[in-house]
């Protein structure tokens, strides 16, 4: 057994590129299930609307890099709205059940045959990132890091990249829970009739947070294309949807920190799981009868997932969170 290389392993995953792109998610998520009550079990199609809208732009359109940006956000401030306007006056259930299709609709599309000139299929879109690399100020002959924990030039870039944004995603989210704004939004969450009884257009507010979570959600998308180098529409099913949540509630929701926090430990977890088991399995500690190297992927999910069930059973609100804050009122 290498302990050092589970170690250094597990200690990339903490900063790693998975761990950004799904923090922006979580904190996305923050916004919209956090702070305003909002069951949005659709945040991948934001990312999509982050990632394809920028690939499209550029690798099938040849628009500059920038206004790929734009139209990425542009979309999935489009796609918010569309979800909104239809379910926000209504109970929370709804919106949890349109957004679940419509992020499963955004996924068919983008990988039908009948679109791949424009989406490119199943094989999804390349050669959309070279204006981002030229602008890498790491030179590209060397990697960097801190003993067996390094990474390559590119990597660095876009966690570079990656961790700013993150970091100016819970600033703005901190200051907007402290403004009077945060306290409406949060007020509507324990109960919304109460508020709107004061003369508060809370849909108007619970539109505002949709579209606000959606757009840092688009960020997601943005880095985990780049870091990728490539589009592609199965990484946008209900599974990435559902790790988000994984990375809110473990880290504790309605907390400016806490999905930074889950998600980083979140992937700690599957890192270190991964490389220990298949050193044990190539080392002959487990035997093949018991577990072979090709099912250490699916059982590494299983003792994770092992672990937030006792999570969940002890303490409830995540590491940071409080259990009032995750008391939804679903009328």
């Known amino acids: 057994m290498h302990w050092g290389s589970i170690f250094s392993n ?19 998520l923050n916004v919209q299930f956090g702070y305003a009550g909002l069951l949005n079990f659709g945040q991948s199609a934001f990312l ?10 550029v690798a099938t359109y040849g628009l ?4 790929g940006i734009g139209i990425g956000i542009g979309l999935s401030v489009v796609l918010a709205i569309l979800l909104g306007i239809p379910t926000l006056r209504l109970r929370a259930d709804y919106l949890a059940i349109v957004t679940i299709a419509a992020a499963e609709i955004v996924r068919l599309i983008v990988r039908s045959v009948s679109l791949d000139r424009y989406f490119g299929g199943t094989d999804g879109l390349q050669q959309f990132s070279g204006y981002f690399f030229d602008h890498n100020p790491y030179p590209d002959t060397r990697r960097y890091g801190i003993g067996s924990v390094d990474f390559d030039a590119r990597e660095l870039w876009v966690m570079t990249v990656g961790w700013a944004l993150v970091a100016i995603s819970c600033l703005l989210v901190w200051l907007l829970v402290r403004s009077p704004w945060g306290r409406v939004v949060k007020a509507i969450r324990e109960d919304e009739d109460a508020v709107r009884s004061l003369g508060k257009n809370v849909y108007a507010y619970k539109m505002q947070a949709l579209v606000i979570g ?8 943005f880095v985990a294309a780049l870091g990728k180098g490539s589009v592609q529409p199965d990484l946008y099913g209900t599974e990435t949807t559902f790790l988000a949540y994984v990375v809110l509630i473990l880290g504790g929701a309605a907390r400016v920190l806490g999905p930074v926090v889950g998600s980083m430990i979140l ?16 080392s002959g500690h487990i035997s093949s009868s018991i577990i072979t190297g090709i099912q250490v992927g699916e059982v590494r999910f299983m003792l994770v997932g092992l672990g937030l ?3 969940m059973v002890f303490r409830p609100q995540g590491v940071f969170g409080d259990r009032k804050e995750i008391a939804l009122d679903a009328r």
């Open 309 to 311: 069930v006792l999570l």
């Open 10 to 28: 597990s200690l990339e995953a903490t900063v790693g590129i998975d761990a950004v792109y799904f923090a922006l998610a979580a904190i996305g």
């Open 48 to 57: 999509a609307m982050g990632s394809y809208g920028l690939a499209v732009s």
């Open 267 to 282: 992937w700690t977890l599957l890192a270190f799981t991964d490389s220990l088991l298949r050193q044990a399995v190539d």
């Open 214 to 221: 959606g757009v840092i959600g688009s960020l997601g998308g």
């Open 64 to 67: 500059p890099f920038w206004a």
